[in-house]
């Protein structure tokens, strides 16, 4: 059999910069799967990450047997699957389930016009901040005294939602440290500087573990 058909470890195509790709690299590393990264060009993707996944997003894993997850939390989950020291899976997937589906449909709509304004022509940047603030204090309202969304552990939750956030943030830093959410920007500020997103954010990682 050749090495092309059996893989020893996992192969993660992934854009450093996108946040479903961190997610998934946050879960992978916390599960400690050691799996080799390809850093993709989304002008360019690889012909073999478009054989494995045809719709072309990033992130794509690659089982050893052959076996392809490309959506994000698919991925998430599977790592999870195989281990999950921090207990990041939450017992009730009804809340963490919510808060995700609404960061990914409503609030990444809002982030894009938001953050792209040139884009969407006709768009309107400061109505998509507006719009993208609702969840925002969704949010935090939801950390309520607690330092996470689920408690005072991180969870699945926080790691599928702060990318975006961090994003959405980032856009005008100033105008988001002047916003009362206080446990927001604490929790945003904690998840950004954890030592995790450090490792996964390293430029030219080749692997991850
Ligand atoms: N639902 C997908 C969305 C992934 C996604 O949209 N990734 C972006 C990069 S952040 C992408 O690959 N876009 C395709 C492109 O830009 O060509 C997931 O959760 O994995």
């Known amino acids: 059999m050749s090495t092309d058909t059996i893989r020893q470890y996992p192969v993660l195509y992934s854009f450093r910069r996108c946040p479903y790709a ?8 916390q599960a400690g799967v050691q799996c080799e990264i390809v850093e993709v060009e ?3 993707k690889p012909a073999a990450m478009l054989a494995l996944s045809p719709k072309g997003s990033v ?3 690659q089982l050893p047997l052959g076996e392809v997850l490309d959506e994000s939390l698919d991925i998430m989950n599977w790592a999870l699957g195989q281990d999950d020291p921090g207990h990041w899976l939450p017992d009730s997937r009804s809340l963490s389930q919510s808060l995700i589906t609404e960061n990914d449909s409503s609030f990444k709509a809002a982030l894009d016009r938001y953050k792209y304004p040139q ?4 768009g309107n940047s400061l109505e998509a901040r507006d719009s993208g603030m609702v969840f925002l204090q969704t949010l935090n309202a939801q950390l309520h005294g607690d ?3 689920l408690g005072r ?3 699945y939750v926080d790691i599928a939602i702060f990318p975006f956030i961090r994003q959405f943030a980032n856009t005008d830093v100033p ?3 002047a916003q009362a959410l206080s446990a927001l920007q604490h929790w945003l500020s904690s998840l950004v500087n954890s030592d995790l997103f450090a490792i996964i954010m390293e ?3 080749r692997h991850l573990l």
Not at 119 to 122: D, M, T, V, Y
Request: aromatic share 16%; net charge positive; hydrophobic share 50%.
């Open 22 to 29: 961190m997610r998934a690299r946050m879960a992978l590393y």
């Open 119 to 122: 884009r969407f022509p006709g």
């Open 147 to 149: 330092a996470y969304l």
């Open 175 to 177: 105008w988001f440290e």
């Open 203 to 205: 430029k030219n990682r």
């Open 42 to 44: 989304l002008k360019a």
């Open 153 to 155: 552990q991180v969870s």
């Open 59 to 61: 992130p794509v894993l």
